[in-house]
Every structure is written in C-alpha cells, then in structure tokens.
C-alpha cells in the first residue's frame, strides 16, 4: 500500500537532501563538491531562503498586530467590561500577549536560519553560466559561509560624529563568505573570492515634534576576487587587461603562485538597505565577466583536456 | 566529420561530437543536439532568434557576455574565436563602464 502524500511543510527541512539540511543549519557549506551537485544544494538552499524570508516577514507581522491588538484590548476591556458587566472581557489581554509573544519566538527562530542572499542571486547563476567550461571530472573546492553579518564577524563598534543626528554608532563586520576553486576543462584553476563588509548605522535623531527617534541603516561593500591560475607559466596581454577593467571599480593585478603568474581582478559593488541588512547582490553577470575578461587575457591558453 | 559547433564561454571550442548535417547559414558541420531547426545555435543567436534548447540557450547568453565584454583576437587568443564569432563580439568592452552614481572609492578604504 503506498503511503499517502505528506502535507508540505514550507521551512520543515526533510523534504532538503541531507547536503542540504547540514548546509542550512550549519549556515555554511565547505568540501569538494560535483558542479551539478553543488548547483542543486544551492537551489535548495534559496528554495529554503525564499521560504524562510516570507515566513520571517509573516511572524514580524503578527507580531506588531498582535501586540497592537493588545493594547486596543485595555479599552476594549474597560468599555465592555463596564457596559456588559463582565471583567471576562480582560482575557483578551493576555491572550493576545500570548500570541504576540509565540509570533516574536517564531520570528526570532525564522531570523536565525535567515542565509545570506549572494548565493542565490549571483554565484548559483554565475555557476550555471560556467557549467560548460568546468571539468566534470574534478572537483570544486568550496568555502561558504552563509550567515551573513552576525555577532562573530564583528570587526568594531564605534561611534563617529553624529552630524545632523544626536548620536551614531556604527558597527562594522567582515564577512569573506566565499572562496571557490573551479578547474577549468583546460586545466586552468579559476579561484573566485566574495568579501563583503556590511556597516550597521544605529542612528538617534530627533523629530520634527521634537521626539527622539531611533533608525538603523545599513551600508553593504562586496568586493569579487577573480583569479586564473593556469597550470604552467604562460604570458598575459597585461596591457588589455587592464583598459578593458573600468578604474573606478575594477583593479588588476598581477600574482604569483609558486612560479606561475596568474591574473586576478577585483570589483566592487556598493547596496544600501534600511532596516534590514540590504538583500542585493552582485550580478552574476558582472562577476562572470571577470573571468571572461582574464582568460581572453591569456596570449596562449593551455590546450583543452580531452 | 565532427560537430564544429561553438561550446564553452571561457574556454571555447568545437563540440566534437559526430556531425550528421550541416547549418543551412554556415555551412559548418552540427551533431544531433546542435541541428535543431536546421540551422546552428550561433546564426540563431546573431541573428536573434529565439531557440529554447540548452545549446540555443548556451548560444544566446555567450552571445551576450562577448557583445558586453568583448573577445576576439585583438584580446584573446585568436585560435578561439570564428570569422562568424568575432562578428557578433562587438567593440570590445566599450559598453561596459561604471554607472556613474558612485562616489566612492573601494580601495581607499
């Protein structure tokens, strides 16, 4: 007999592979993995991700009404309690105490598994778009830490002259979240590296009425690290490399590894966000171009493996 | 004959797998997978049509990524590139500046 269809349960994790489930409560993923492999445990992380954010903006929701309605629930409880004659009108404060609080604890659990968004927004479409130039046979070496800015990345906290405002402290993480190594199928090693530094702003100001209010703004810099190792010393057209990057947010360099000189490119995006830690990433697209710009670099390419 | 159809966006190179017909535009050799329609993935893209296979997919973004950054033998190597390719690259990275709202300097920093 079979089984009837279990309900789907949207942040329950059995329905992920078990990659999938260590990745999403480890916040991380590391080790070598196969490139269809790792393009499908990372789709199942942003299934996951998606689900999640909707699930932590649902909870903080219910949390604000819940609580609202238990304010309204004093005046309800005095005005009805009066005209009906009954202090059971009361309950209705705790009982939507109650709920408020349930709604937070699942809002606090829901923003605890929150995963960074780059994966899903530019190395998993960055992946895809390279698929046919990564050798099958090899691995990827991979190096993910999607926890975003969390209390163990912080780097300082201080505050800076306030300006317009009474007081501003800013927070400042460091998050180098990723590093993969992708062996290209003419033997060419691609490293690509994603830091970002996220700064929190806590702002006190005051208002028009004169009240004190208090904001948090936050201020994301990424940096992709591009670099091609070829596997034995070749030439590089340095010179087109560097007026095909644009100066203002590109940088090229010229590295050494163990007596191969290999090419690397940096660029830098800059996302702003209120509230919340900005969700946006890096387009895929710019970040392929990189690479695409310093293997069209090489003057003789290694020859491809058959 | 071999499929001479384009493969790759890094490291591009011919598919190589048996050829069975040829591009009714190109004339070049194409496998099963790349005969679609009769002609290549490559005329398809340059000439902007849309073909939903994987290859033609494959085409069409590779298409994309060297209108924007450029390719050719002015910057790559050559040997990788056809007469039919390097058409379609465009002028280089000409296309490919900042978006000029950013006044800020990363590596100051």
């Known amino acids: ?306 | 004959m071999s499929c001479m159809a384009s493969a790759g966006l890094l490291v591009l190179r011919q598919c190589g797998q048996p050829a069975v017909g040829g591009c009714s535009q190109c004339g070049k050799s194409l496998c099963m997978m790349h005969m679609a329609g009769g002609t290549c993935p490559e005329c398809m893209a340059m000439g902007g049509q849309v073909d939903d296979s994987e290859a033609g997919r494959e085409a069409a973004s590779r298409n994309d990524y060297y209108n924007t950054y450029g390719g050719g033998e002015e910057y790559g190597s050559a040997s990788y590139f056809s007469q039919g390719n390097r058409g379609a690259m465009g002028p280089g990275a000409a296309g490919f500046t900042s978006t000029g709202d950013d006044d800020y300097d990363p590596f100051d920093t």
């Open chain 1, 1 to 306: 007999m079979t089984k009837p269809a279990q309900p789907y349960k949207k942040t329950s994790l059995e329905q992920f592979t078990p990659e999938a489930q260590e990745a999403i409560r480890n916040r991380a993923i590391t080790g070598n993995w196969e490139l269809n492999r790792l393009i499908k445990v990372l789709g199942e992380l942003a299934h996951f991700d998606e689900v999640n954010e909707k699930a932590t903006g649902r909870a903080l929701g219910w949390t604000i009404g819940f609580f609202v309605l238990a304010f309204l629930s004093i005046f309800a409880g005095a005005i009805l309690g009066e005209v009906l004659n009954t202090g059971l009108v009361w309950l209705l404060l705790p009982a939507f105490i109650g709920l408020a609080i349930h709604r937070l604890l699942r809002y606090r659990k829901c923003k605890k598994m929150d995963l960074i968004n780059d994966f899903r927004g530019c190395l998993r479409p960055a992946l895809k778009d390279l698929a046919n130039d990564i050798d099958r046979e090899k691995k990827i070496k991979v190096q993910m830490d999607l926890s975003g800015p969390v209390e163990s990345k912080k780097k300082s906290k201080m505050e800076i002259p306030p300006g317009a405002y009474i007081k501003v402290e800013e927070t400042i993480y460091e998050d180098p979240w990723c590093e993969v190594r992708l062996p290209l199928v003419d033997g060419t090693t691609a490293v690509v590296e994603f830091d970002i530094t996220w700064h929190k702003l806590d702002v006190r100001k005051r208002g028009s009425r004169g009240k004190i209010k208090f904001k948090t703004k936050w201020r994301k810099e990424c940096v992709a690290r591009a670099t091609l190792m070829p596997p034995e010393s070749i030439q590089w057209k340095e010179d087109s490399l560097r007026e095909r990057a644009d100066s203002r947010l590109e940088k090229v360099k010229m590295v050494d590894k163990d007596g191969v000189t290999c090419a690397r490119m940096e660029r830098y995006w800059k996302f702003k966000g209120g509230g919340d830690a900005p969700g946006d990433a890096p387009p895929s697209r710019e970040v392929v171009g990189l690479l695409l710009r310093l293997h069209s670099a090489m003057v003789a390419p290694p020859e491809v493996r058959s």
